[in-house]
């Protein structure tokens, strides 16, 4: 459809994907849009935006993404930004005796070059160790081999949004917190608006839902089976006094995907996070609706942050293989934080089907934090119906997803809620127990 200017666009959730589309409307000249969220808080405590940090990498195996990224990259560089983003280096390994896991660091090796990435090849333990500043302990890396890409680093993720909704608000568009859809408000298979859990209601002449982790669950008449669902992933931190964590500043951001692990440098408060990038697991609470939905803090102020304890205990363990002496150290919180995965691990931006009223932005797959500057571009682009037909067809709402993407193929575990990780299972000799 093409909206005129003046027309009223309501852009639902207001985290990376709703926050980025409410600029990239506003700088096109759209007046009249307006971003609601369900959280009282801005940035939601627990949308999946709302962190820390998050890796800012280009190194892809499927070189649209690592395009991409180089020019999102170029965005975090402009002054806008301020210090949100770091080049701090992305340390990219891959088990160099496992070759289906090697696969995925190679191709983004080439993608890498080809997009004239600054990198430097690491062929064994010693060339990986001696990236690290003097005075870090770490780990052998044998049998790693991978590569330093230095045009990388990590953003600080809830500042970055908070920085896009001043823009947002300074451009003259409308958020507003504290509104929970329930519900879409349809006439003759078109949305006209929204219903809110107050019972108010809000018209507009098109509705983007960007609500993440939560739009299967929240929407199931939409039925989004098969083509995007929530996993929770988990995620620790340790607390750094910060003479220790002078001496792990400098260190690059190391993710490896052949152990679905990373973890970041400390960030001004002297944290470390450390995470895994697995299937996650998928949560019913419902019996009999089989729509995994987010735990989260909102949800569950009681354990919300919880992740299991085997998690726990995985997430120390690649610790150890990186930075061992850290591996000693109590765990100062966890997260289980929510993707929005769908199958191929490409995004799901467009038209919902046969309805002109009505896009859908969201499918994150564990990897949109870093495209905050352009993404809401993409989903703009899609509105206008601009976007180039490979991407429509890339993102499109009703693609066959049977692809699945070859990073995380194991099918996500369910949630068991009685293995939740206690305080003294953050302990160090938690493994002994
Ligand atoms: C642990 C973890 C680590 C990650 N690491 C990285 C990384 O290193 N690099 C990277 O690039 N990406 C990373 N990602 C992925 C990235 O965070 C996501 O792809 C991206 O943030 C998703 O943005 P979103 O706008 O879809 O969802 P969210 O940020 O979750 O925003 C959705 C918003 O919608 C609101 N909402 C939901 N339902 C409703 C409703 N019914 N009514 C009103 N509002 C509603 C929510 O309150 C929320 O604010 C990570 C994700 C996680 C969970
Ligand atoms: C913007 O849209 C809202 C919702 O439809 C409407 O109530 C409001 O009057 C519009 N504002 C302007 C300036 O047109
Ligand atoms: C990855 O590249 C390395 C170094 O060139 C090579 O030894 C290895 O066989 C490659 N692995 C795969 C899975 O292609």
Redesign the pocket.
Known sequence: MVYGKDEAILI????????STAYHLLKRGFKNVTV????DI???P??????IN????SSYSDNFYARLAQEAIQSWKTKEWGNTYQESGVLVLGSSSDASKGAYTNSSYENDIAIGSRVNVLKDGDAIRSVFPKGVKVASFQDSSGYLNFDGG?AN?AQGIRLMTANVIAQGGNVISG????KLLRQNHKTTGVQFADGTTFYASLVVL??????AS?FPDLDFRGKCFATG?S?ATIQLTPQEADVYRNCPVVLDFGKQF?TLPPNEDNIIKF?L?DSGVIHFPIPGKAISTPRTILSHPQDGLSIPKTKVRALREHLRGVYPDLAEKPFAAT?L????DSPDEDWVIGYYPSDPSLVI??G????????LPIIGCIVADAIEEKLDPSQAKRFAVDRDCTQLHSGRTSAPEELDVEGLCSLEDLLPDFNSS
Do not use: E, M, N
């Not at 609601?36 to 959280?39: G, N, Y």
């Not at 998050?54 to 990498?57: D, G, I, L, S």
């Open positions: 639902v959730g207001s985290g990376c994907f709703g926050i609601v969220d369900r959280s801005l940035p939601a627990d949308a999946a935006s709302t962190d998050k890796v800012v990498r990590w993720a509104k929970s859809v329930v960007a609500t993440g982790s939560w739009t929240t992933q995620l990373y995470a990038h997260r934080c929510w993707y929005t932005a969201t994150g797959s564990g990897h949109g934090y870093k495209f």
